[in-house]
């Protein structure tokens, strides 16, 4: 009995003990709660349901603020355990963390946004200054997070709640989540876990305590879908060009972000729609009313202090419907390109294309102060259509209906700035037939070379090849090689230079002899020369078809191009007429036969029972002329009215026993007329037809129009009846 009353002293003592050490241990909390209260930025503390255990306090409910100046936050804790044996302690956790912001009145009532009223903040000098500076953009360091040496080893909260302001509606954005930390020998370890509206963040950061910075962020998971559109309007996303309209961006990446070095992955594609409307008053109006833009894979890993040392990997597409700009026809678009590399050094490739089978390649290299494009056009077939017309720069009159287009340049541009240092442009035209105007063409083969630096550019035809020619007539062979200089401040205003022209016709040859010249200069002249062509072959195409003849003949016409149409009183029978003949003239031209002469046949029917005149004696001369001289001048009026004085001299054998004879004829021929009435009288396209029909509709009604007017005003029949 009295060895269990000891055992029972003993325990009361202990008890006793333990008892007045709780009550210290709380007396002391308590006083530390309250002297923390007072030095720390806390207020309106509350706390309830306090139970205390060997392990640890355990307090039900918990309210605090905590901030400084107008920022203010209001934390709620529930199920608040703090473990307290052992310094620092050894792990605090909370079944439920709830952080919002205290709203005032004033913070209540949205704002009008930028975006949302028009305007545009005004950009303060020194911002305007500092973003014409060239900077050296660097990976950012990391914070010095001072972490409290007497920070509980362990935190773990299941139940994270944050409500943030968001500007596109009054109630608060929420986001919940998890929160876990854990301190180890040299480093601290925070596990962070958000999610709300779609969107996801899964965040693990390694802080190293000695040096007290943070050593590592790893992104095992975030996933954001963005209103981006909403965001804009609400003032939150500043810069965006004007008239740029993004619906929404939805992403998913991984990563890690330590010191010196970064890493991001997409785990899934990044998808953004968007439209973009050029804003009123530029010259160029782009719209794109539906477009998308779709990151395929992707990733950046830097591992140096510059951006400029980091290496990106992209596989991108994006689609838009309905382009429209003023130099296009409305048309779909797709593209779809990569990149990888380091940023001084990024390689880019991909295409473009549209509907139309127009599909460029290229391949580029793009660094921070210039990048460097190598392209390739897909051949272009005509068989089926014209995919270029898919400009509105292409003639209106230009038709193809065969042939095959291919190109491919090289193009460097400066950055910033995107000035043009060097262009190279390469494309070969095989085989091409079509119709210009009303004239049809087969077999053009071209090749075309241009070169431009940033002061000018040039342009060489080093050989132009023509199988046929129709325009009431056939021609054909041709030859062209030409070059063409010029400044880009004046573009027309070039230096042109012919190293060949030539064209096979009547079956001899048009050539021009090698010329030089500016296209500003007032009179540009030409020097062309007839060879060997056959008179038989020109008659021919005269539609009377009375006058068949034999014989070669050569010569040369001097061509002079007025860049301003001389004043003539003269009636021009078209406009068109008027804008190509009317600058071009002709003065002194030759044209002589060559040795031994030939033969000219005018197949002529006396009337009958009609006296015979000196002309039936003329046309029974030319009956069967055999002619040792036939020489011309040739001149052409701005009118059009091409003038021959025609020397010839021969005989007829038939005729007063071969006497002979010589003949001055001079001939007036409407050039425009001729060339059409040799359209209408030889086989010409249904297409070619329909052009001259309309143009000779259009000529008969200008002339009727200059008939009417140059017609007296009828007089009122009150004047007539006195």
Same mark, same amino acid.
């Given at each position: 009995?009295?060895?269990?009353?000891?055992?029972?002293?003993?325990?009361?003592?202990?008890?006793?003990?333990?008892?007045?050490?709780?009550?210290?241990?709380?007396?002391?909390?308590?006083?530390?709660?309250?002297?923390?209260?007072?030095?720390?930025?806390?207020?309106?503390?509350?706390?309830?349901?306090?139970?205390?255990?060997?392990?640890?306090?355990?307090?039900?409910?918990?309210?605090?603020?905590?901030?400084?100046?107008?920022?203010?936050?209001?934390?709620?804790?529930?199920?608040?355990?703090i473990g307290w044996r052992g310094w620092p302690l050894?792990?605090?956790?909370?079944?439920?963390?709830?952080?919002?912001?205290?709203?005032?009145?004033?913070?209540?009532?949205?704002?009008?946004?930028?975006?949302?009223?028009?305007?545009?903040?005004?950009?303060?000098?020194?911002?305007?200054?500092?973003?014409?500076?060239?900077?050296?953009?660097?990976?950012?360091?990391?914070?010095?997070?001072?972490?409290?040496?007497?920070?509980?080893?362990?935190?773990?909260?299941?139940?994270?709640?944050?409500?943030?302001?968001?500007?596109?509606?009054?109630?608060?954005?929420?986001?919940?989540?998890?929160?876990?930390?854990?301190?180890?020998?040299?480093?601290?370890?925070?596990?962070?876990?958000?999610?709300?509206?779609?969107?996801?963040?899964?965040?693990?950061?390694?802080?190293?305590?000695?040096?007290?910075?943070?050593?590592?962020?790893?992104?095992?998971?975030?996933?954001?879908?963005?209103?981006?559109?909403?965001?804009?309007?609400?003032?939150?996303?500043?810069?965006?060009?004007?008239?740029?309209?993004?619906?929404?961006?939805?992403?998913?990446?991984?990563?890690?972000?330590?010191?010196?070095?970064?890493?991001?992955?997409?785990?899934?594609?990044?998808?953004?729609?968007?439209?973009?409307?050029?804003?009123?008053?530029?010259?160029? %109006? @782009?719209?794109?009313? #539906?477009?998308?833009?779709? !990151? *395929?894979?992707?990733? &950046?890993?830097? =591992?140096?202090?510059? /951006? $400029?040392?980091?290496?990106? %990997? @992209?596989?991108?597409? #994006?689609?838009?419907?309905? !382009? *429209?700009?003023?130099? &296009?026809?409305? =048309?779909?678009?797709? /593209? $779809?390109?990569?990149?990888?590399?380091?940023?001084?050094?990024?390689?880019?490739?991909?295409?473009?294309?549209?509907?139309?089978?127009?599909?460029?390649?290229?391949?580029?290299?793009?660094?921070?102060?210039?990048?460097?494009?190598?392209?390739?056009?897909?051949?272009?077939?005509?068989?089926?259509?014209?995919?270029?017309?898919?400009?509105?720069?292409?003639?209106?009159?230009?038709?193809?209906?065969?042939?095959?287009?291919?190109?491919?340049?090289?193009?460097?541009?400066?950055?910033?700035?995107?000035?043009?240092?060097?262009?190279?442009?390469?494309?070969?035209?095989?085989?091409?037939?079509?119709?210009?105007?009303?004239?049809?063409?087969?077999?053009?083969?071209?090749?075309?070379?241009?070169?431009?630096?940033?002061?000018?550019?040039?342009?060489?035809?080093?050989?132009?090849?023509?199988?046929?020619?129709?325009?009431?007539?056939?021609?054909?062979?041709?030859?062209?090689?030409?070059?063409?200089?010029?400044?880009?401040?004046?573009?027309?205003?070039?230096?042109?230079?012919?190293?060949?022209?030539?064209?096979?016709?009547?079956?001899?040859?048009?050539?021009?002899?090698?010329?030089?010249?500016?296209?500003?200069?007032?009179?540009?002249?030409?020097?062309?020369?007839?060879?060997?062509?056959?008179?038989?072959?020109?008659?021919?195409?005269?539609?009377?078809?009375?006058?068949?003849?034999?014989?070669?003949?050569?010569?040369?016409?001097?061509?002079?191009?007025?860049?301003?149409?001389?004043?003539?009183?003269?009636?021009?029978?078209?406009?068109?007429?008027?804008?190509?003949?009317?600058?071009?003239?002709?003065?002194?031209?030759?044209?002589?036969?060559?040795?031994?002469?030939?033969?000219?046949?005018?197949?002529?029917?006396?009337?009958?029972?009609?006296?015979?005149?000196?002309?039936?004696?003329?046309?029974?001369?030319?009956?069967?002329?055999?002619?040792?001289?036939?020489?011309?001048?040739?001149?052409?009026?701005?009118?059009?009215?091409?003038?021959?004085?025609?020397?010839?001299?021969?005989?007829?054998?038939?005729?007063?026993?071969?006497?002979?004879?010589?003949?001055?004829?001079?001939?007036?021929?409407?050039?425009?007329?001729?060339?059409?009435?040799?359209?209408?009288?030889?086989?010409?396209?249904?297409?070619?037809?329909?052009?001259i029909q309309q143009k000779i509709q259009q000529q008969?009604?200008?002339?009727?129009?200059?008939?009417?007017?140059?017609?007296?005003?009828?007089?009122?029949?009150?004047?007539?009846?006195?």
């Amino acid at each position: 009995m009295e060895t269990l009353k000891s055992t029972d002293i003993q325990w009361l003592k202990i008890l006793r003990r333990t008892f007045v050490t709780l009550v210290l241990l709380i007396v002391v909390l308590v006083l530390l709660l309250l002297l923390g209260y007072q030095l720390l930025p806390v207020r309106q503390l509350q706390w309830s349901g306090i139970a205390v255990s060997w392990q640890q306090i355990r307090l039900a409910e918990m309210s605090l603020q905590t901030g400084k100046g107008e920022q203010w936050w209001d934390v709620q804790i529930s199920g608040l355990e703090i473990g307290w044996r052992g310094w620092p302690l050894p792990s605090v956790r909370a079944q439920q963390l709830q952080l919002a912001p205290v709203m005032n009145v004033a913070d209540q009532t949205p704002t009008a946004s930028p975006a949302a009223t028009g305007t545009v903040p005004a950009e303060s000098p020194t911002a305007e200054a500092d973003s014409n500076t060239s900077t050296k953009f660097q990976i950012p360091q990391f914070p010095e997070l001072n972490v409290p040496v007497w920070l509980p080893g362990r935190i773990e909260i299941p139940h994270l709640l944050l409500q943030l302001p968001c500007q596109t509606r009054k109630q608060l954005c929420q986001l919940q989540g998890a929160l876990l930390t854990s301190r180890e020998a040299s480093k601290h370890v925070i596990d962070l876990q958000l999610q709300g509206d779609g969107q996801q963040v899964q965040l693990q950061m390694n802080l190293r305590t000695q040096e007290q910075r943070l050593a590592q962020l790893n992104i095992r998971q975030l996933n954001l879908q963005l209103d981006v559109k909403a965001l804009a309007a609400a003032g939150w996303i500043q810069g965006l060009p004007a008239g740029l309209v993004p619906e929404n961006i939805q992403l998913q990446l991984s990563g890690y972000w330590q010191t010196d070095e970064v890493q991001l992955t997409l785990l899934q594609p990044l998808v953004v729609a968007f439209s973009f409307l050029s804003p009123a008053g530029e010259a160029a %109006q @782009l719209q794109l009313p #539906a477009a998308q833009l779709q !990151l *395929q894979t992707g990733s &950046l890993q830097c =591992a140096g202090a510059h /951006w $400029q040392q980091c290496q990106l %990997q @992209l596989d991108a597409k #994006a689609e838009v419907q309905k !382009l *429209q700009h003023p130099l &296009l026809k409305t =048309a779909d678009w797709q /593209w $779809q390109g990569q990149a990888f590399g380091p940023l001084t050094a990024l390689q880019l490739s991909g295409t473009i294309q549209n509907q139309q089978a127009l599909k460029v390649t290229y391949q580029a290299t793009s660094s921070p102060t210039a990048i460097s494009m190598r392209w390739q056009l897909a051949d272009l077939f005509f068989l089926a259509g014209n995919p270029l017309q898919i400009t509105r720069l292409w003639p209106e009159l230009l038709e193809l209906q065969r042939g095959k287009i291919s190109a491919e340049g090289e193009l460097q541009l400066q950055l910033p700035g995107g000035q043009l240092n060097q262009l190279r442009v390469n494309a070969k035209l095989n085989e091409l037939a079509g119709i210009y105007d009303r004239t049809a063409f087969a077999g053009l083969t071209v090749q075309l070379l241009l070169e431009a630096d940033p002061r000018s550019f040039t342009l060489q035809l080093p050989e132009l090849g023509l199988r046929q020619l129709n325009h009431g007539f056939q021609a054909g062979p041709a030859r062209l090689a030409a070059q063409y200089r010029a400044d880009w401040s004046a573009p027309a205003s070039g230096d042109v230079r012919l190293a060949q022209a030539q064209i096979g016709m009547f079956g001899g040859q048009l050539a021009l002899g090698e010329t030089q010249f500016n296209l500003q200069q007032p009179n540009i002249e030409f020097r062309l020369l007839v060879r060997q062509m056959q008179l038989a072959a020109l008659l021919k195409q005269h539609p009377s078809g009375q006058l068949l003849g034999e014989g070669v003949f050569s010569g040369t016409v001097p061509l002079r191009y007025q860049r301003t149409p001389p004043a003539s009183g003269t009636a021009v029978s078209s406009k068109a007429t008027a804008a190509s003949l009317a600058q071009w003239q002709v003065l002194g031209g030759s044209l002589q036969a060559e040795a031994p002469g030939g033969r000219l046949q005018y197949q002529y029917q006396p009337v009958p029972g009609q006296k015979a005149s000196g002309m039936d004696l003329a046309f029974e001369a030319l009956s069967d002329f055999r002619y040792q001289t036939l020489a011309s001048t040739v001149d052409l009026q701005p009118d059009g009215k091409v003038l021959l004085q025609v020397k010839l001299h021969g005989f007829n054998p038939k005729l007063q026993q071969g006497r002979p004879v010589h003949f001055n004829i001079n001939v007036e021929e409407d050039l425009p007329a001729l060339l059409t009435s040799l359209q209408l009288s030889s086989q010409i396209s249904d297409k070619v037809r329909q052009r001259i029909q309309q143009k000779i509709q259009q000529q008969n009604q200008q002339k009727a129009k200059q008939q009417n007017q140059q017609k007296p005003a009828a007089k009122p029949a009150s004047e007539k009846s006195q």
